[in-house]
């Protein structure tokens, strides 16, 4: 029922409220309050940031990454060891700091990331979920899933000759990656100039690599202020944890090491008070009965024995366990990466891409929905029923672009005309685009983190935009929002 | 599909008898039917039959039927033609007047009557009759988790099976889930092609994918073959391709076709040369946005200006059972043809026509640019919500 549950979970937080507050606003703000205060005592003080790494393929993202996590200590000298030889055996001994994040044999074997490779680390002053993305063109799918959970990116560019370019240049994926990790809300970069050693430090070409990309960064929409560049060597781990002190480096360069400046982002504020709402990104059996979802929570807070509701399947279930980084906890907020065992429903009606969320306050589901979009250089013209596929939060569902609304002013928004015949690069319009299957997803305006999504058509990213409508069959469960207005302004009278 | 007798004069009544040979026979003759036709074949007929001793039995009857089509039904996963009508013809089990479903069979001739013939219909029959070579190509356009098996012929591309499942991603620590999920779907797709494709129909069978998931399916593939001794694979071991795919949908297909390894090795195969055709159109909407117009009324000005040059229209169009409306469609392509322009019709049942039937069905590339005084008031296309 609707009120039942309220009361209880409201309670169960706030054991020093006087009167009884089902009231969802309330209630939910002296929640937000403990729930703030709980999310600090227990990161000792320090907030969570959920990190990607992303470049061309080969720039050296996993070997940069395992490396640090190696000299943080986060990785056992004997596996280290063990993989030192292994890898030499395979003849890819200078793979052996990536095997601490690519995993999987095929990963092993061929030398390439190809799925997100997940793990935390802290710094000083924050505590850090890793994911570690596939650089290659085909891998993007994945990549878009890791990137579409990160707060801040470190984007791994390879300092060698003729290296930066073949993937700065149209084919590579260092633009891709920095467009479409813009596009998916990050503001913060990090540009790691790695193997910098190939090159012998040599400053004017740290320069002009830094001009060359700040110039396309910009064009991409991050600011200069924003933006950080930052000289390594993934392979020998100069200027990883500690400050380099390599004369040809120290020479000219006096800024921090990749870990101080990873230190020094700024964390983004997250709606612990809003909605319940995680992104499902991996489904599994675990032992025990139930099974387990992976996530990240976009919104709001989870506690064990909490009911939550998977869109598009409508099915509820009931939270057993939550874990983050291997640690059970009893609760968990937005931000948190976390695994959830739930019970009370079968594993064959959740696929990658559901989103569970507050029974109460759910999400809706629909086949077809009014969008803005922005397009990419591309070089086919769109047109009316032109075939892509979706790429939100987890889901990815081949679509197509059912109406071509308006074509609007690229600064101004205003409707420049209306019904084009077809779309073409650069331009900014509304479509309606219709999906073969139900996808659950947000308004732009009401979630920021879950109104973006992007078009992608024969391995190429042609569009990103933000969800401005829903039409079509939606089928939002019984609207119980308007109910637990009326029931709240009730008690309000007799409280006062 | 083989031609058995003639006797039709263009634009006047007439018949004709055929004799479906395959499955894609059914595809054709569906686009050969219209309502008002007569159509003469064998069929069975429930009979009820009353004995001497008034006792009411019923038996089925094979006689052959003469109906005025009225509903024409094609599934197109069992390719089967189903048509209703009315017993326009004398015959001792059923009276005149009286309804009949027919199911059209294979290696049964049949025999259809109309009252006009059009170009149209008449470029079918001889593409039906047509006795070259037929390549059928079979495709497996897969993903990890998801699989589309594929069976395409000239004229439809059959979605024979899907595959989808839910593999767990790696995790810290942990493969082996992982890695069991993949096996199991490696294992259903290879069970799919067994069961779906015939080997000794098709030609060439194609494995395409993003990354490598291709190679690892094919090597999967054999190993079990060899394990478990499966002959008919390893027979046809040289069949398999492996070509490259943005992903593992349905519309991937096309990339596929466009491949030139691919189009080397296939002779013939009709859904590339129309998926080229559609390439050139967008090509030519991107460059010359003048010169590549769609939508009926447009195309039906640009033909009224001679200004056509390749005319692509959908074959769904011709389906259409509104004489008028159809008549129409028909006039645009004699029109265009009288011109001197190229008429390429595309069937729904391919990739490429179905994104042509999202487009209006009709689309034309010109020989001049004409001015596009399109007003959006005005927009014939259908605005259903």
Redesign the interface.
């Given at each position: 029922g609707v009120s039942a549950e309220t009361p209880s979970k409201s309670l169960a937080m706030n054991e020093d409220s006087a009167a009884p507050t089902p009231t969802r606003p309330t209630g939910k703000s002296k929640q937000q309050l403990n729930i703030r205060a709980e999310l600090e005592k227990r990161q000792g003080g320090k907030p969570l940031l959920n990190l990607v790494v992303i470049g061309h393929v080969d720039a050296g993202k996993s070997t940069l990454m395992g490396h640090l996590l190696y000299l943080l200590g986060n990785v056992n000298k004997r596996t280290m060891h063990k993989y030192e030889q292994e890898s030499k055996k395979a003849g890819k001994a200078s793979f052996a700091y990536a095997w601490v994040l690519d995993?999987?044999?095929?990963?092993r074997d061929?030398g390439v990331t190809?799925?997100?490779?997940?793990?935390k680390f802290e710094t000083d002053s924050k505590v850090i979920t890793l994911m570690d993305a596939p650089g290659?063109k085909?891998?993007i799918?994945n990549m878009i899933t890791g990137a579409a959970q990160a707060d801040v990116a470190v984007l791994v560019v390879d300092a060698s000759r003729g290296e930066f370019e073949a993937g700065f240049e149209a084919g590579g994926q260092t633009r891709e990656h920095g467009l479409l990790v813009r596009s998916l809300g990050v503001t913060q970069l990090a540009v790691a100039v790695n193997k910098m050693d190939q090159v012998n430090w040599y400053q004017e070409r740290f320069r002009d690599i830094v001009s060359k990309l700040g110039h396309f960064l910009k064009q991409a929409g991050f600011k200069d202020s924003d933006v950080f560049y930052i000289p390594t060597s993934g392979l020998s781990g100069e200027n990883l944890t500690t400050r380099s002190k390599v004369a040809d480096l120290t020479a000219w360069y006096t800024g921090p090491c990749l870990l101080e400046q990873i230190d020094a982002f700024k964390p983004p504020q997250r709606s612990v008070e809003k909605p319940f709402r995680l992104c499902v990104?991996?489904?599994?059996?675990d032992q025990g009965s139930g099974f387990c979802v992976?996530g990240k929570i976009e919104a709001g807070f989870i506690q064990t024995g909490d009911k939550v509701l998977a869109m598009p399947p409508n099915e509820t279930c009931t939270v057993k366990g939550i874990t983050l980084h291997?640690e059970a906890l009893d609760w968990a907020a937005a931000g948190d990466h976390v695994s959830l065992t739930v019970t009370g429903m079968d594993i064959i009606k959740?696929?990658?891409g559901c989103i569970f969320c507050d029974p109460k306050e759910a999400i809706r589901a629909c086949t077809r929905f009014r969008a803005r979009i922005l397009l990419f250089n591309i070089?086919?013209?769109i047109?009316?029923?032109?075939?892509v596929?979706l790429h939100y939060q987890t889901v990815s569902e081949?679509a197509?672009i059912r109406k071509l609304v308006s074509v609007l002013h690229k600064s101004s928004g205003e409707v420049l005309?209306?019904?084009p015949?077809?779309l073409?690069k650069g331009q900014n319009a509304v479509v309606e685009i219709q999906t073969q299957r139900p996808v659950a997803l947000e308004l732009y305006k009401d979630y920021k983190e879950l109104g973006r999504f992007m078009l992608?058509y024969?391995?190429s990213t042609i569009a990103a935009g933000v969800v401005t409508e829903v039409?079509g069959s939606t089928y939002p469960p019984f609207p119980t929002k308007h109910i637990v207005i009326l029931y709240s302004s009730a008690f309000f009278d007799i409280a006062s | 599909m083989k031609l058995v007798h003639k006797d039709i004069e263009k634009d006047n009544a007439g018949q004709v008898t055929l004799i479906p040979e395959e499955a894609e026979d059914m595809w054709h003759t569906y686009n050969l039917l219209q309502v008002g036709d007569s159509l003469r074949a064998s069929t069975i007929r429930k009979v009820q039959t009353e004995s001497s001793t008034g006792s009411v039995g019923s038996s089925r009857v094979r006689t052959t039927l003469t109906l005025c089509v009225e509903t024409i039904d094609f599934d197109s996963q069992a390719c089967q033609l189903r048509v209703k009508g009315t017993n326009i013809q004398e015959n001792q089990y059923v009276k005149m007047g009286a309804y009949h479903t027919i199911e059209l069979e294979l290696n049964r001739k049949f025999t259809l009557a109309k009252k006009v013939w059009d170009s149209v219909v008449l470029d079918r029959i001889e593409q039906a009759c047509d006795p070259a070579q037929k390549a059928d190509v079979a495709a497996v356009v897969m993903q990890e988790g998801l699989a589309n098996l594929v069976l395409v012929t000239p004229a439809m591309t059959l979605l024979r099976a899907k595959v989808e499942v839910?593999i767990?991603?790696?995790?810290?620590?942990s493969?082996t889930?992982?890695?069991k999920a993949l096996e199991r779907f490696y294992e259903a797709v290879m069970q799919g092609i067994l069961r779906h494709f015939s080997f000794d129909v098709v030609k060439c069978i194609l494995v395409a994918s993003?990354?490598?998931v291709k190679d690892?399916f094919i090597s999967y593939l054999f190993k079990e073959a060899v394990r478990q001794d499966c002959k008919i694979l390893l027979e046809n071991r040289s069949k398999f391709m492996v070509v490259h795919s943005?992903?593992g949908?349905?519309?991937?297909l096309k990339?596929v076709l466009c491949d030139p390894a691919v189009t080397a090795r296939l002779s013939d195969t009709k859904a590339a040369g129309e998926v080229k055709a559609f390439e050139d159109f967008?090509?030519m909407?991107?460059q010359e946005?003048d010169r590549a117009f769609?939508g009926l009324a447009h195309v039906e000005r640009a033909s009224e200006a001679l200004a056509v040059d390749i005319l692509l229209i959908s074959d769904k169009l011709f389906r259409h059972q509104d004489i008028a409306t159809r008549s129409r469609y028909v006039r645009l392509v004699d029109n265009v043809k009288e011109n001197g322009g190229n008429v390429r019709i595309f069937s729904s049942l391919h990739v490429s026509g179905d994104?042509l039937?999202?487009?209006?069905g009709v689309a034309a590339i010109l020989r001049f640019p004409i001015a596009?005084v399109?007003e959006?008031e005005e927009?014939s296309?259908s605005d259903e919500?």
């Open positions: 995993e999987t044999g095929e990963e061929r190809m799925d997100v490779g997940m793990t290659h085909d891998f799918p990104s991996d489904v599994f059996k992976t291997d959740i696929n990658v070089e086919v013209p047109t009316q029923g032109f075939p596929l081949p197509t005309k209306k019904k015949k077809c073409s992608r024969v391995g039409k | 839910t767990p991603r790696k995790r810290k620590g493969c889930q992982h890695d993003p990354g490598f690892q943005s992903s949908h349905k519309y991937s990339e967008y090509k909407l991107q946005p769609y994104q039937n999202q487009l209006s596009d399109s959006a927009d296309s919500d």
